[in-house]
């Protein structure tokens, strides 16, 4: 049984941290309560019905149940339309096609969070030499440097004033940076600053581990469009692939047409038996989000307690996205953190995890999932960049209980290896 193998002192310690976090869980389970209100108010304002989960193949023209997803998915997060598909395979591929949609050759984007997460840097150009990068297609990218984890308002003001940047890009998340990840508000404030300067640029955001965390979403404070993976907070831990770009009807319109044709855009593309599951994934993603949130709450305060380095966001923290970190020093301790929560995942708890080279990645990664969906971040997941000063980033957990079960067998294997 997985009990007996978990230190007594961590059990006592978990006894502490369940009477020290009980405000903490009230604010999530409220939030949640509010989220869900918005999904049930979107399933019930589209009609939808069991006939919606009929299957589609072929071009997948007159789908009403794909439709419905679509609107349920722009309604909740506040948007004029919504892609939502199973060609959209990953956070990164959806980033991509909008980008590699919205931007043509001559066009200026801007990073407003300094570097871009690491899967992203080939795929703008920054390092590599694919020629379907989009500085291969003439696209110039630039950045601008957050300072103690806020926006550089004067800076970007005074660039944007040029009116020469066609998109300007904000990552909601920290990603693998050591930066706090961004809180709507923050992101508010620096949308009022843009719109002073420019009502042009268009403003995206990449909302990957931060959707439902909050009250509202970043198209619902000005964004004009942003993106994310059914594989992290909206597919609910059920959606076993997809992606999503919502936003303004004329945006979605053009990244509509670059995944499948100009002149088709949103009216073909087959869901092959997904609806139900996209429907199911979006219903349940106000609950899988509240318990990654207590989970990686609860792994905060054991941390923080048992005296771990930088460990963020603080348990008592405010939270803006499914995402802990803690900083392990070295290459043992972060391999032998990620094996322990490997070795207590319910999937693949045999593997043994190393650091290793990942298509996408500049470093070598080190990646703990043992999850129902490879590569669902929404089910509790660890990886890292194998480099200094070895911090590891941990998200997700699909049912509180099993999370804090995990989070504490994985802590007795640290300590004992």
Not at 42 to 59: H, K, L, Q
Not at 223 to 228: D, E, F, R, S
Request: proline content about 3%; glycine content about 8%; overall charge negative.
């Amino acid at each position: 049984m997985v009990l007996d193998e978990i230190d007594h002192e961590l059990l006592l310690l978990a006894k502490e941290a369940d009477e020290a976090l009980q405000d903490e869980y009230k604010k999530i389970e409220a939030q949640s309560f509010k989220a869900s209100n918005k999904v049930l108010s979107a399933f019930i304002a589209n009609s939808v019905s069991y006939s919606d989960f009929a299957d589609v193949n072929g071009y997948g023209d007159f789908d009403p149940g794909r439709d419905k997803i679509e609107n349920i998915f722009a309604r909740v997060l506040g948007a004029q339309d919504a892609l939502v598909r199973p060609q959209i395979m990953s956070g990164t591929n959806a980033i991509y096609l909008t980008l590699s949609a919205l931007l043509k050759y001559g066009d200026t984007m801007i990073s407003l969070t300094g570097d871009p997460y690491d899967s992203l840097q080939e795929m703008i150009g920054l390092f590599g030499s694919s020629s379907q990068s989009l500085k291969a297609h003439g696209v110039k990218y630039e950045q601008i440097d957050l300072i103690n984890n806020e926006f550089d308002e004067a800076k970007i003001v005074e660039r944007l004033k040029r009116n020469d940047v066609k998109l300007v890009e904000i990552q909601r998340s920290k990603g693998y940076s050591h930066r706090k990840s961004l809180t709507i508000s923050r992101i508010a404030s620096v949308i009022r600053k843009i719109r002073e300067v420019n009502k042009d640029v268009i403003i995206m955001v990449d909302n990957c581990y931060g959707e439902l965390v909050e009250e509202k979403e970043p198209c619902e404070v000005g964004a004009n469009i942003c993106v994310g993976s059914l594989m992290k907070n909206l597919g609910g831990g059920i959606a076993q692939t997809g992606g999503y770009v919502a936003g303004d009807e004329n945006l979605i319109k053009m990244v509509a047409e670059r995944l499948t044709a100009p002149g088709i855009g949103k009216s073909q593309g087959a869901n092959f038996n997904k609806n139900n599951e996209f429907f199911k994934g979006i219903f349940m993603a106000p609950n899988a989000v509240k318990n990654a949130l207590k989970t990686q709450v609860f792994a905060s305060y054991m941390l923080e307690k048992l005296g771990f380095k930088n460990v963020s966001p603080r348990y008592d923290e405010e939270r803006t996205d499914i995402i802990q970190t803690v900083e392990l020093g070295t290459l043992e301790n972060l391999t032998n953190f990620a094996q322990g929560i490997q070795s207590a995942s319910p999937i693949d708890s045999f593997v043994r995890v190393m650091a290793a080279p990942m298509a996408g990645y500049p470093f070598d990664e080190i990646m703990a999932a043992g999850s129902f969906t490879q590569g669902s971040t929404i089910e509790l997941s660890a990886d890292a960049p194998a480099i200094a000063p070895y911090t590891l980033y941990m998200q997700g957990g699909l049912s509180f209980e099993y999370g804090r079960l995990s989070i504490l067998l994985a802590l007795s294997k640290v300590k004992k290896a």
